[in-house]
């Protein structure tokens, strides 16, 4: 073994100029992957948080049962405010959190008074919402970044510009209730946002307390909770820990 290691050695320095040829490319070679992987590593990295700083969270929290009818988002599944209560006091005994925005969440139709489509609404706390999805701010494309106020909606651009809707313009938003009870309320359009989900993207906001007036909800319950760890790198042991805190719930 050891006199082919030499042999191998005196190979090496008798043919330097091949021997450096060979060594660069092998260089060169795992350069590049590094690059590449680094690269992609990034774009995958902005490309998740372009989502979940912008409208999802780092985490979602749901009554049991509801993620598997989320896309018809049942009335029947929210969180009740018993539930809620626990569910702050776990979020704040968790470290590794850094903010917590409960939700409403709506299907409804959207009229200028001359058109009428599809819309998901999600009633908000402005402030709780900005501060756990920091890029939500940044999607306003016309209209104040001010929070958004009682009586006021924000609508995605691809259904402003279908229906010719700018910003000071009003509308209704009409929802059904758990009750089967339609409801109605008149909204001032505050802002326009771009939209993060491609042509789909049909996400309309407006405040809680005017998504519970909407839908004529006696108690303070929650659909979802969308959660902002402080290091993205801790999202599992939060995860870890908030779930066995809820366990009981």
């Known amino acids: 073994m050891m006199r082919l290691l030499n042999l191998a050695i005196r190979n090496l320095y008798r043919h330097r100029r091949r021997t450096a040829l060979t060594a ?25 948080g372009s989502i979940t700083d912008s409208m999802l969270g780092h985490m979602q ?25 626990k569910l702050d006091a776990a979020l ?23 058109e009428t489509t599809s819309v998901r609404v999600n ?7 900005m501060a756990t999805c920091t890029e ?17 909606i924000w ?8 229906m010719k809707v700018g910003v000071g313009d009003t509308g209704v938003v009409v929802a059904t209730n758990l009750d089967g009870a339609v409801n109605g309320m008149t909204f001032e359009v505050a802002g ?21 007036e909407l839908l004529r909800m006696e108690q303070q319950e929650v659909s979802e909770v969308a959660v902002r760890v402080e290091r993205f790198d801790r999202l599992e042991a939060a995860q870890d820990k908030l779930a066995a805190a809820l366990s009981g719930i």
């Not at 509801?66 to 209560?85: F, K, R, Y």
Request: proline content about 6%; overall charge neutral.
């Open 24 to 48: 660069l490319l092998v260089m060169t070679g795992v350069l590049a992957v590094l690059v590449f992987t680094s690269v992609t590593a990034a774009f995958k990295s902005a490309m998740v």
């Open 61 to 85: 929290v749901h009554r049991k049962g509801s993620l598997a009818s989320i896309e018809n988002l049942p009335l029947h599944l929210q969180i009740q405010p018993q539930a809620m209560q």
């Open 92 to 114: 704040e005994k968790t470290p590794e959190i850094a903010a917590w925005s409960p939700r409403v969440k709506l299907g409804g139709m959207y009229s200028n008074f001359q």
């Open 123 to 129: 009633g908000i706390i402005p402030d709780r919402e």
């Open 136 to 152: 939500l701010v940044n999607r306003i494309q016309e209209g104040s970044s001010a929070p958004l106020g009682r009586g006021q």
């Open 155 to 162: 609508l995605p651009d691809l259904l402003a510009k279908g």
């Open 192 to 212: 326009i946002l771009e939209s993060v989900t491609g042509p789909g993207g049909r996400d309309a906001y407006i405040h809680l307390e005017d998504a519970r």
